[in-house]
């Protein structure tokens, strides 16, 4: 419930990056305010200037950007309802003072925000310690262990001693909530906290940080892009494109009846909203030829603690069998660790199974010979999650795109230039960029260039490995129309990776769904949904954000 006096005012708030003879306008003119205990959210694309707006609240913008004008007018409704900070021109004691202890941070992506080089317990105290929440060693020891357990983490005191590494993404981002929260500020500020997560990981974080809040009776500023997420979470919903507020107003409203067609074009786009609309999809039709097929397929890992003398194993996938049939999308799906990569790389061949085999068109893919594996790996491509991570930074868009050309020695110079310029042509990447780099790109893009990488051998078979999980829902969408397209087109078959099952809903024919290393569901996209048999089946789907609220 709003109260008369609010925690924070931004009126008319103006930010450029660059010099400040030659600035760059990136936030124009934006006015919000946030009360006392209410959760608000920024919703947009990236480059829309949501998380440039939240930063400059607490002076911490990247590079070059500064704010150009307009007023940030911090209250201190606890002590004095009359008394405000302007935090625009603020000094750097003011807002050392405000950060952590006032303003709490919960940033975007937990494994660059936390130190690899120090423990957990070490990261935390060192908050604690920074503003004077503790005194003594022991005093600080005992409320980062409070603070971990207050995240939603189990057995906290062991926690403490391990490094960022061994944790999952769920337990690294738990740690950085406990540290926005260690000084109980009034406003936390989340930046896509939850962003790379699985649904069911992301709801339980959510759930808990709902709690926290509700009993510190903190504010929060949510950063996300997620449309539906930000309507179940959010009281009200502020929508940003290109660097000015089109639309605000309470969540549920924005939702049922947004006025402003990007808002609109928002809604559609949100897997998370759409999931439980009539299916749009045009179901694909097989020839009913088998292209890939997994029979008993097991895979044991050593675990960390394993010894020479006393070796401990961890089964990753237990007896799995299926096929993949010729130009139909199938969908593997469960949460992190259920097995669906470790299933996915041995589909590719970059995984020896320790139990069962692989095989393409009925011949196993193990024991080829260099000739017959070369006309594999032609013919089954892949799409990773993270391109960024599987582009090599120093060739251009071009060179990245010839290069399976140029391994599998397909065609001379110029018929391979034309081919790279027709398939660029094709995943809708503009000529202009052949000689970009992946670093000059955006996400979208950068997933685009992986994609005509894929394809520039025509293979039968692509393997996605969650290849849309960490883009906004407008790139998400795009790729997704992308796909399927190029099925339509080319005759693909897609094997679809991914924890997400509102994105399956838009993509795929049969549902395979993973838990522990098995599979304990599958059947037709549509059946599944309306109908599924699985307890665990039924909890992915209603943890899907916002799924319920058209």
């Not at 962003?195 to 009993?215: F, N, P, R």
């Not at 051998?457 to 906004?472: G, N, R, T, W």
Request: aromatic fraction near 4%; glycine fraction near 8%; charge should be negative.
């Amino acid at each position: 419930m709003q109260k008369q006096t609010p925690l924070l005012e931004v009126e008319n708030l103006d930010i450029a990056f660059g010099s400040t003879k030659d600035p760059k306008p990136t936030v124009h003119g934006a006015s919000f305010q946030i009360y006392p205990g209410e959760t608000v959210a920024i919703v947009g694309e990236s480059g829309s200037g949501k998380s440039t707006t939240a930063h400059a609240i607490i002076d911490l913008l990247p590079g070059t950007g500064h704010v150009t004008g307009g007023s940030i007018k911090f209250h201190n409704v606890k002590q004095n309802p009359e008394e405000f900070t302007e935090l625009v021109g603020a000094s750097s004691k003011t807002m050392q003072d405000l950060r952590g202890k006032e303003i709490g941070l919960v940033p975007q992506d937990p494994m660059t925000n936390l130190n690899p080089v120090w423990t957990i317990g070490t990261q935390i105290s060192e908050a604690l310690k920074a503003n004077n929440v503790t005194h003594g060693r022991k005093d600080t020891h005992t409320r980062a262990c409070e603070l971990l357990a207050e995240a939603g983490m189990k057995n906290p005191e062991s926690h403490l001693k391990q490094y960022p590494h061994e944790f999952s993404g769920g337990m690294c981002q738990r740690a950085l909530i406990a540290i926005g929260l260690h000084a109980r500020p009034k406003l936390l500020i989340a930046d896509e906290p939850t962003s790379a997560l699985d649904v069911t990981v992301q709801k339980q974080i959510l759930d808990h940080l709902e709690g926290l809040i509700g009993e510190l009776d903190t504010a929060v500023l949510l950063i996300t892009h997620d449309l539906g997420l930000a309507a179940e979470r959010a009281e009200r919903i502020i929508v940003m494109q290109n660097g000015r507020i089109v639309e605000q107003g309470p969540s549920l409203e924005i939702l049922r009846n947004p006025q402003h067609p990007y808002t609109k074009q928002l809604i559609k786009a949100a897997p998370s909203l759409s999931v439980r609309r009539a299916d749009q999809r045009n179901p694909h039709h097989t020839t009913g030829r088998t292209l890939l097929k997994v029979e008993n397929l097991t895979k044991r890992f050593l675990t960390p603690d394993s010894r020479p003398w006393k070796k401990k194993y961890f089964t990753a996938v237990d007896d799995v069998s299926l096929e993949i049939k010729q130009l139909q999308t199938t969908a593997i799906v469960g949460e992190s660790g259920s097995g669906k990569s470790t299933v996915a790389n041995m589909m590719l061949g970059l995984l020896d199974p320790t139990e069962g085999a692989v095989y393409y068109e009925d011949e196993p893919i193990k024991g080829m010979r260099r000739r017959e594996e070369l006309e594999f790996r032609r013919k089954v491509q892949p799409v990773f999650q993270n391109p960024y991570g599987t582009l090599d930074p120093m060739w251009s868009v071009f060179n990245l795109i010839q290069e399976p050309l140029k391994v599998h020695k397909i065609g001379d110079k110029q018929s391979r230039r034309a081919r790279v310029l027709d398939i660029m042509d094709r995943v809708a990447l503009p000529r202009s960029m052949a000689r970009r780099y992946p670093m000059e790109l955006s996400g979208g893009q950068r997933q685009r260039v992986a994609i005509a990488r894929a394809l520039v051998l025509e293979p039968e078979v692509v393997i996605c490995d969650e290849a849309v999980s960490a883009l906004d829902v407008l790139v998400q969408a795009q790729i997704l129309d992308l796909l399927n397209e190029l099925q339509e087109e080319l005759g693909l078959t897609y094997v679809f990776i991914t924890h997400d099952l509102a994105v399956v809903k838009q993509i795929a024919d049969e549902v395979v769904v993973m838990q522990n290393g098995r599979i304990v569901e599958r059947g037709e996209t549509d059946e599944l949904y309306a109908n599924p048999q699985s307890d665990y089946t039924a909890k992915l789907l209603d943890a899907i954000p916002g799924a319920d609220l058209l």
